[in-house]
Nanobody, 115 residues
Framework: QVQLAESGGGVVQAGGSLRLSCAAS????????MGWYRQAPGKQRELVAT???????KYADSVKGRFTISRDNAKNTVLLQMSSLKPDDTAVYYC?????????WGQGTQVTVSS
């Protein structure tokens, strides 16, 4: 069992920045992929960004050029730097750790972008 603890959410004006952090309760293994997903009210949960152990990243088209995902394996942490935030980015953001054999979700952190 792995616990994932997200932090860094909050309220920000459009055009502002936030940095989300996700700390895992155990070491991040080399075959673990870390990612951020979000769910807005009335919508399905969607991928925001993922990063593999080798550092390969994937982003949703809607956040490319504005968000940056990174990981610090020594600290068992994955970060999401969000810039040029838009009201459409308002959602609960969830951290996910997964491999071919398991997956874990964090509890989520609310991000609200005001216009």
């Amino acid at each position: 069992q792995v616990q994932l603890a997200e932090s860094g959410g909050g309220v920000v004006q459009a055009g502002g920045s936030l940095r989300l952090s996700c700390a895992a309760s155990r070491s991040i293994f080399t075959f673990d992929t870390m990612g951020w997903y979000r769910q807005a009210p009335g919508k399905q949960r969607e991928l925001v960004a993922t990063i593999t152990s080798g550092g390969s990243t994937k982003y949703a088209d809607s956040v490319k050029g504005r968000f940056t995902i990174s990981r610090d394996n020594a600290k068992n942490t994955v970060l999401l730097q969000m810039s040029s935030l838009k009201p459409d980015d308002t959602a609960v953001y969830y951290c996910k750790l997964h491999s071919d054999y398991y997956y874990y979700w964090g509890q989520g952190t609310q991000v609200t972008v005001s216009s």
